[in-house]
Nanobody, 115 residues
């Protein structure tokens, strides 16, 4: 089982990034996917979630209207489009696949929003 995040980097405030999470080793289309983030010295925060078919999505209030989660089950990949980025969005972003008692995590990708 693998979840591999990519797309992180350094971006200026107001900029955009698209994170990707490529999955392998399990039946991706049966799993809900969540994006979490953790900033230094802070607790991990659930940012966005999407159901197994992509029909349902949820967002933290802090990113609502700026971030969009989507998935392509044919490519076993989930995306997080992040627009209007703020310095407080700086964190390591993790994707997480969940189904019943199964819970898989990626290694994370760093997002830094700074001048």
């Amino acid at each position: 089982v693998q979840l591999v995040e990519s797309g992180g980097g350094l971006v200026q405030p107001g900029g955009s990034l698209r994170l990707s999470c490529a999955a392998s080793g399990f039946t991706f289309s049966r799993y809900a996917i969540r994006w979490h983030r953790q900033a230094p010295g802070k607790e991990r925060e659930l940012v966005a979630a999407i159901g197994s078919t992509g029909d349902s999505t949820n967002y933290a209030d802090s990113v609502k209207g700026r971030f969009t989660i989507s998935r392509d089950n044919a490519k076993n990949t989930v995306y997080l489009q992040m627009n209007s980025l703020k310095p407080e969005d700086t964190a390591v972003y993790y994707c997480n696949a969940i189904r019943m008692t199964y819970d898989y995590w990626g290694q994370g990708t760093q997002v830094t929003v700074s001048l």
